[in-house]
């Protein structure tokens, strides 16, 4: 007997790119906290995430969602080099802008906002798309990220001439390259496995 | 025996070289994607999904990603788990070729950013060899590749429907997902390596000789690791 995946037929999600808080409604059952082994737990890396049923429905592959998350902190939080946290955050809004993850480009636009304490940029980033014209740096930054989210990649040496004529050094180039290559991975995932549902004030 | 790093063996980063130190100041990312792809490709737990799954998936969206050293060294890998498979999935990534993302967004202001494209159908001349859970997984393998955006319910109840279980999707979801980060990963840094044309030189001469042996041999342990697993769990 297969399984049926869930639906949400009286939600409605978000129609347009915002950075208001949004919720997340899974499409397959995530994991009950009750069925948590020690193998979901180190998976979950943050215990607080047993609350989140995006998270919880990764935990049914423990080893990947471990590995994932352990990547994603270090590619965004450690910055003891390379790019300012609000620079790698605008990588991952605008890469989501391109795929189209509404839910990822929310958070981490306020991530960007948070960090930069451009919240106007930001929202035309969101409003706009990629070709918004934001400043040298963070233009530069978003078309480099929109051309390594296609496919195939058309990411080359026209963006990274763009980036060091826009004061980026290789460290921060690799830094762009990877917070525009795991928000690839991670759109992925939110956008196939659930829905974004607006939260109500 | 274990490939140290798939990155930097498909980028041609050399130890020592200036963007191996550059990788270095990330030190988790770089050893966590690392450890992303040995639970993906030689995990303890094989569960739901065999090696042969995850190799044909994964040399499917290498040759959709169009990276040429991601698509050599998945195509090569499953070339040894099962060369007919590897024959099959070749000709079915040809026809599902095209350029993402694309697809639609909930009606509304974005409407004007709809973007058609192709919703894939593996040929029916495929669909047999491939199997059913393959055929499916194939294509949505193809809608996450390129149009992940059009993912709704109905695209997971079709692989429940061709016997994929939720936590099967989940690895299915994850082994797509990782792949598109990195091949990302590897074109992005193959372009700054050659953006510098000395140390071009020397990853082009590097990767070359390195791509076939390591597809072998993730191959070879890929194989070691399913009839270990064979062992433990009689069928």
């Known amino acids: 007997m297969p399984g049926t995946a869930l639906t949400h ?11 208001a808080e949004l919720g997340w409604l899974p499409w397959l059952e995530p994991l009950a906290e009750a069925d948590l082994t020690d193998r979901h737990r180190a998976g979950l890396v943050d215990p607080s995430r047993a609350k989140s049923p995006y998270f919880m429905l990764l935990a049914h592959d423990p080893d990947v969602l471990g590995a994932r998350t352990r990547t994603d902190k270090d590619i965004f939080y450690n910055t003891s080099s390379g790019l300012p946290r609000a620079d790698r955050e605008i990588a991952a809004t605008a890469t989501s802008r391109v795929n189209g993850c509404i839910y990822c480009a929310s958070v981490h636009a306020r991530f960007a906002t948070t960090h930069s304490k451009r919240g106007v940029d930001v929202d035309r980033l969101l409003d706009e798309g990629v070709g ?3 400043d040298p740096r963070w233009n530069a930054i978003a078309t480099a990220a929109a051309a390594l989210a296609r496919t195939p990649s058309a990411f080359g040496a026209t963006d990274i001439a763009a980036l060091r004529q826009a004061g980026l050094d290789d460290t921060e180039i690799v830094d762009t390259i990877l917070g525009s290559a795991f928000f690839n991975w991670a759109n992925r995932l939110m956008l196939s496995l659930g829905e974004p549902v607006a939260v109500d004030a | 025996m274990a490939i140290a790093d798939v990155i930097d063996l498909l980028a041609g980063i050399r130890p020592g070289s200036r963007l191996d130190r550059i990788r270095r100041e990330r030190p988790d990312a770089r050893a966590q994607s690392q450890e992303s792809w040995r639970a993906l490709f030689e995990p303890v737990h094989f569960g739901p999904v065999s090696v042969t799954e995850r190799f044909a998936v994964a040399a499917f969206v290498a040759a959709l990603g169009g990276e040429p050293a991601a698509r050599l060294f998945y195509a090569g890998t499953l070339e040894r788990l099962d060369p007919d498979l590897a024959r099959t999935v070749a000709i079915v990534a040809e026809a599902g070729a095209t350029t993402g993302p694309y697809g639609g967004y909930p009606q509304g202001p974005l409407s004007v950013e709809d973007r058609d494209g192709p919703s894939f159908a593996v040929p029916s001349p495929h669909r047999a060899a491939l199997g059913r859970r393959l055929t499916a997984a194939f294509e949505h393998a193809h809608l996450l590749v390129f149009h992940p955006r059009d993912a709704a319910p ?3 109840q079709k692989l429940l429907d061709a016997g994929w279980t939720t936590p099967g999707i989940v690895t299915l979801s994850q082994l797509v997902a990782f792949l598109s980060f990195q091949i990302r990963v590897v074109a992005g840094l193959s372009a700054l390596l050659a953006a510098d044309a000395t140390l071009a030189a020397d990853a ?7 791509l076939a042996a390591d597809a072998a041999l993730a191959a070879d342990a890929a194989l070691a690791a399913d009839a270990a697993r064979t062992v433990e769990e009689p069928a």
Do not use: H, I, Q, T
Request: no cysteine; proline share 8%.
């Open chain 1, 9 to 19: 037929p009286d939600y409605r999600g978000p129609n347009a790119f915002v950075r």
């Open chain 1, 132 to 134: 918004a014209d934001l």
């Open chain 2, 154 to 156: 109905a695209s997971l």
């Open chain 2, 204 to 210: 082009a001469l590097a990767a070359d000789a390195a």
